[in-house]
Each structure stands twice: as structure tokens, then as C-alpha cells.
């Protein structure tokens, strides 16, 4: 019953077939954005000549993600002339701890936010920070020098740097690129 289901929606276009695995299609996400635009429409219109400009300069992948609290959650991905595999998607959280783009965001969020994160880590990798304190001298190195970086700590082999983008009042992180 479940297969004959699937099928009628990958026969209609809500979901898609991938080998044996099945996602969310393409006519569903559609709708989705008529029922409801997304909450950070504004700020990828935004960023988006900018993420563009990054890419043309890098050629590497492009992303922006926004905080969640102790996670980050992606809202563009723009692939570069490498694809290597990694574990974002647009959509999709990872735990601000191991990310470049969190700590970006992490080290420049209220005390609350900070402590949540250390908190709650979630190593991924044996290059992910596990200790507390190191966690914490890591964010202040991030505020000091404005950027931040990931190394392997997502996903082994991959590396990455992210900096923060602020509110109006710079104060305060509001995501990262």
C-alpha cells in the first residue's frame, strides 16, 4: 500500500524518486512557497548579488544560513565549480557548534544563545570541538577576528570559513555567508 501510495505521488509530482530513497518534489515545494513565503525572503533577495559575487571570486560553494538557536539553518546554497559532498541543503540544520557559519553567528548572539550552543554540542567529526572551554576560546577568537572557520568538524575532509552578517545596530549576528 505504501509503494502504490509513493508511486501516485511521484506520479503527480510531489515526490521525488531517487534510486530506492524518496523526497520532497518539486510541485510541493511550489505550493509551498505560494501558501507561505519564506520568513527570510527578504534577506536572501538581499544577499543574493552578494552570495553571487562571492561565488564568481571563489568558485567555490556558497551558502547562508541563519540561527535557530543552537543550530543553524541553511536558506541558500549556490554550488560551486567543486561540488564536494556536504552535509548542508537549504532547508536542512546542522548544530552551530561544528559549522563555521554557526560559530560566525554563535560568537556574535546574546549570552543565552552562546551558552545553548556550548551546552548542546554535538561533536560530528574527531576534528570537532568537544571541550566547553575550547569552545568558548574559539567563539572569542571568531568575535576578535570577525571570521570563523570549520575544520572538518562538519564532515572530514571538508573545510570551511564563514563570517557574520549583522543588524542594523552591528551589534548583533543575524546570519552568516
Request: proline share 5%; hydrophobic share 45%.
Amino acid at each position: 500500500t505504501t509503494f502504490r501510495l509513493l508511486s501516485l505521488l511521484v506520479e503527480g509530482g510531489l515526490v521525488d524518486r531517487v534510486g530506492t530513497n524518496y523526497r520532497i518534489g518539486q510541485r510541493i515545494l511550489e505550493m509551498a512557497r505560494t501558501v507561505a513565503p519564506s520568513p527570510y525572503a527578504e534577506l536572501r533577495d538581499v544577499a543574493m548579488p552578494h552570495l553571487l559575487d562571492l561565488l564568481a571570486v571563489t568558485k567555490e560553494t556558497v551558502h547562508l544560513a541563519v540561527s535557530t538557536g543552537d543550530r543553524i539553518l541553511y536558506i541558500e546554497k549556490i554550488f560551486g565549480h567543486n561540488q564536494v559532498s556536504s552535509p548542508s541543503r537549504v532547508g536542512g540544520t546542522l548544530h552551530a557548534s561544528c559549522s563555521a557559519l554557526g560559530k560566525a553567528i554563535s560568537a556574535f548572539s546574546t549570552e543565552a544563545v552562546v551558552r545553548q550552543v556550548v551546552a548542546t554540542r554535538q561533536p560530528r567529526t574527531p576534528y570537532s570541538i568537544a571541550a566547553p572551554s575550547v569552545l568558548l576560546d574559539e567563539l572569542r577568537s571568531v568575535r576578535r577576528a570577525g571570521v570563523a572557520f570549520d575544520r572538518e568538524e562538519a564532515q572530514r575532509g571538508l573545510t570551511c570559513v564563514a563570517a557574520p552578517i549583522f543588524d542594523a545596530s552591528g551589534s548583533k549576528a543575524i546570519a552568516a555567508v
